[in-house]
Antibody, heavy 120, light 107 residues
Framework: QVQLVESGGGVVQPGRSLRLSCAASGFTFSNYALHWVRQAPGKGLEWVAVILYDGSNKYYADSVRGRFTISRDNSKNTLFLQMNSLRAEDTAVYYC?????????????WGQGTLVTVSS | AIQMTQSPSSLSASVGDRVTITCRASQGIRNDLAWYQQKPGKAPKLLIYAVSSLPSGVPSRFSGSGSGTDFTLTISSLQPEDFATYFCLQDYDYPWTFGQGTKVEIK
């Protein structure tokens, strides 16, 4: 079945880096745009970044632009989020999600999330 | 960035009630508006896309309406499994933005 599985979360000190991965299965990975969305503890959802199907275009939230980099490896059906210069306010559950055909371009498939905690 | 103002932030309702949640965009977003349901500890689930379209498997008691800047999610007869938090999302222009969420609680 269609599935997204995140990994790579954990506890990291402020100013350090972390790389999240999202493994996809059950669909043609290279046909879809992929997103990262995060949710701080007890808070709402925040859209973080998107990478289009072939990796040619990427867009970011203002809060992470210049610190986070989204990328993908279509040969390995994997999405990445490189997070540098982490701050306490980056603490959140990070979800990967798929948009595209069949859901009006919105986020129809989500992973289960991976928790990132930025703390000294 | 487009701001999405969602209201109310929370509401209490009984099983069988009709519930309405609204989202207002700071500028026109055509019909690029989706609604999500989230239960504690779970990933969000797409309820409605393109203002009023329901993905396969979503019950017909959920409906969406609106255009331009003002949008509404309606639950026609609230069921026990509908107690959750609901978010709107504009997917018209990057950066995409969510509403603040509406927590639907049992009265």
């Amino acid at each position: 079945q269609v599935q997204l599985v995140e990994s790579g979360g954990g506890v990291v000190q402020p100013g350090r880096s972390l790389r999240l991965s999202c493994a996809a299965s059950g669909f043609t990975f290279s046909n879809y745009a992929l997103h990262w969305v995060r949710q701080a503890p007890g808070k709402g959802l925040e859209w973080v970044a998107v990478i289009l199907y072939d990796g040619s275009n990427k867009y970011y939230a203002d809060s992470v632009r210049g610190r986070f980099t989204i990328s993908r490896d279509n040969s390995k059906n994997t999405l990445f989020l490189q997070m540098n210069s982490l701050r306490a306010e980056d603490t959140a559950v990070y979800y990967c999600a798929r948009s595209g055909i069949g859901t009006g371009g919105s986020l129809g498939i989500w992973g289960q999330g991976t928790l990132v905690t930025v703390s000294s | 960035a487009i701001q999405m103002t969602q209201s109310p932030s929370s509401l209490s309702a009984s099983v069988g009630d009709r519930v309405t949640i609204t989202c207002r965009a700071s500028q026109g977003i055509r019909n690029d508006l989706a609604w999500y349901q989230q239960k504690p500890g779970k990933a969000p689930k797409l309820l409605i896309y393109a203002v009023s379209s329901l993905p396969s498997g979503v019950p017909s008691r959920f409906s969406g309406s609106g255009s331009g800047t003002d949008f509404t999610l309606t639950i026609s007869s609230l069921q026990p499994e509908d107690f959750a938090t609901y978010f709107c999302l504009q997917d018209y222009d990057y950066p995409w933005t969510f509403g603040q969420g509406t927590k639907v609680e049992i009265k």
